[in-house]
């Protein structure tokens, strides 16, 4: 899904900056307006002119980096290629700066806001962040904007997204809104936990079933947080919320594992809530993998996927053990 994939690397950069607040609007699905503010390190003036030029990254200095990087998202591709189909502007200002500033992008570059104007950044008001807003989505490809669902269905799909990164991101007050008047859909405050912002989310039932995870595997240098519904919880559907490093990806393999740890407690088609948190190191991800395809492969795929699942089973199995052992008492 196009417009959700634009808004994660959005949010990433937001996070990759530092923000300890982003706020998301989106009108019209998203496709209308999308707005994302942060208060995040910002943007230098002088760099306004790179950042929405293809494989222009702050993250990548050095093909050393590729050894360290935390990230996916760090070829330069994502405000690059938003640009080539939409109308970007980028407020921002950074610590020291006496303002903000404010450009307009198209096709990877600045471009004046009015007919006449330098394409250059504007000084303007503001405060310590970045505010990208990114209108008339595909207005440049009309079947693509054709085949969009209903505005209610796209919103839907980019609510989840936020979501998600608020979910492995407490700590951060993140919201999302699509600007009418009943109010955002979602808003954490900084001081919210992880459970509190799955209660918003997933509610207050789901909340008290929940088991924290937490374990690693040296073998491939994994570790393992997260939070996953206990033998208690059964839904028709599985919620499955899978951050490795701290990027929203699937993987299809590590789904499958998940479900059948949870087999065995759960009633027939009864499936889980599985809020996992990965950590590896660079060199374990296939690197070679699109990085803003969602679906990742791991380099000791079997290692990792078992690491896993061995984690689940020991968690439920004690968790369950724990009850019979009450209920016995
Ligand atoms: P990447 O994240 O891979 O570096 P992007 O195209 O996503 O590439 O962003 C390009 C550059 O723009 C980033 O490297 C960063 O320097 C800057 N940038 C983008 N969004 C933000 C933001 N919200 N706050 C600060 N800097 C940002
Ligand atoms: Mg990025």
């Known amino acids: 899904m196009r417009r959700s994939r634009e808004l994660k690397e959005m949010l990433e950069n937001s996070l990759d900056a530092g ?3 982003i706020a998301v609007l989106a009108k019209g699905g998203g496709l209308k307006l999308l707005q994302i503010q942060d208060t995040g390190h910002g943007i230098m003036r002088d760099d306004f002119g790179r950042v929405c030029e293809r494989f222009a990254t702050s993250k990548l200095r050095e093909y050393e980096d590729l050894q360290q ?29 006496p303002c ?25 008001a503001g405060t310590r962040g970045t505010t990208i807003v990114v209108e008339d989505m595909f207005y440049n490809a009309p079947t693509r904007r054709s085949a969009m669902k209903s505005v209610a269905e796209e919103y839907g799909k980019l609510l989840q997204v936020v979501q998600a990164y608020a979910i492995d991101n407490a700590g951060v007050a993140i919201s999302c809104s699509k600007g009418t008047e ?10 919210h936990s992880t459970t509190d912002v799955i209660r918003q989310v ?24 997260g939070l996953v519904s206990n033998a208690s919880h059964s839904a028709k559907k599985l919620a499955f919320l899978l ?6 990806v699937e993987s299809s393999s590590l789904r499958r594992a998940v479900e059948e740890a949870y087999a065995a407690c759960l009633p027939k088609g009864g499936h889980p809530f599985v809020y996992l948190s990965l950590r590896l190191p660079p060199t374990a991800l296939d690197v070679n993998v699109h990085p803003t395809k969602r679906e990742v492969f791991f380099l000791e795929q079997e290692t990792v996927v078992a690491a896993v699942q061995t984690m689940l089973r020991e968690l439920l199995a004690g968790a369950n053990g724990a009850r019979t052992f009450l209920a016995q008492a």
């Open 243 to 248: 951050f490795i490093n701290k990027r929203l």
């Open 182 to 191: 009943c109010g955002a859909e979602l808003r954490t405050l900084r001081e």
């Open 19 to 21: 923000a300890t607040s």
């Open 202 to 225: 997933f509610g207050a039932s789901l909340a008290r079933e929940l088991l924290p995870v937490e374990g690693a595997e040296p073998s491939v240098g994994l570790t393992v947080r």
């Open 69 to 97: 990087i935390e990230t996916f998202g760090f070829r330069g591709e994502a405000l690059a290629s938003i640009s080539h189909v939409a109308h970007v502007t980028i407020t921002s200002m950074t610590d020291g700066s």
């Open 100 to 124: 903000a500033y404010r450009a307009c992008f198209a096709e990877g570059h600045l471009v004046s806001a009015k007919p006449g104007e330098a394409a250059e950044p504007k000084p303007c």
